[in-house]
């Protein structure tokens, strides 16, 4: 589910080859986020955690250095990157990793790589660009919202509430946006949360259901978002 963020975003603007350096290079920088949130959280292991996380982190220096020289814009994404990464090392550090806040800056994070990818493939900052990160980082709250209520917080009935109330709202985004069709990829998750939302599923099955959502989120979007 990581890449469909960039995937979105490179459909939407056009593939090109700088797209393959730069997907690894972000994937890689998602990678070092564990380790070095790990090693925040807990004291054992630290010094191997930090190693396994400077790594990653070298591996996508590596990568996006051409990218960077051939689109020098891409930079700016660091600014947000840093700051909602500095909100998980503060969540991390007090051991509250699954607040809502602490999920909602991961989602951004790696949804940002929609704009990003659109960026790389030709695109302009804009109101698109936005509204491409947007949809995907609603897109994926959603799934924050709906693995609460069939897991964790399955027998707090407000939580089943809150996640149907997150998709409904959902639904009216896209309208708010001025892209009506882009509603549709909100549907499944959205029928997905009144008919399971509150009771007991297994694991895999969820798993099964968060991939089809986000594969018919990605084809609908490239379908769908507006040029």
């Not at 972000?26 to 996380?53: D, H, I």
């Not at 051939?70 to 503060?90: E, H, K, M, R, S």
């Not at 549709?184 to 099955?205: E, Q």
Request: charged share 10%.
């Amino acid at each position: 589910m990581v890449s469909v963020p960039f995937l979105t975003g490179m459909a939407v603007a056009a593939p090109q080859w700088i797209h393959a350096p730069l997907f690894i290079g972000w994937l890689l920088l998602y990678l070092a986020s564990y380790p070095l949130l790990q090693a925040v959280k807990r004291a054992s292991n630290r010094a191997y955690m930090m190693k396994w996380g400077a790594g990653y982190a070298l591996g996508a220096l590596a990568c996006l250095i051409v990218p960077l020289i051939d689109c020098p814009q891409l930079t700016y994404f660091g600014i947000p990157l840093v700051a909602l990464l500095a909100v998980n090392v503060w969540h991390s550090k007090r051991k509250t990793e699954r607040a809502l806040l602490n999920d909602l800056c991961a989602i951004v994070s790696f949804s940002l790589a929609a704009a990003a990818a659109y960026l790389a493939g030709g695109g302009e900052w804009g109101a698109k660009m936005a509204a491409l990160a947007a949809f995907n980082s609603i897109y994926f709250m959603g799934t924050a919202f709906f693995v609460k209520a069939v897991f964790r917080e399955r027998q707090n009935p407000r939580w089943t509430a809150y996640a149907r109330i997150y998709h409904l709202s959902a639904l009216i985004v896209p309208l708010a946006l001025g892209s009506p069709l882009m509603t549709i990829p909100f549907v499944f998750p959205a029928l997905r949360a009144f008919v399971y939302a509150g009771k007991a599923m297994r694991p895999a099955k969820v798993g099964i259901m968060e991939i089809v959502g986000a594969l018919q989120f990605l084809i609908l979007t490239v379908l769908l978002f507006p040029r």
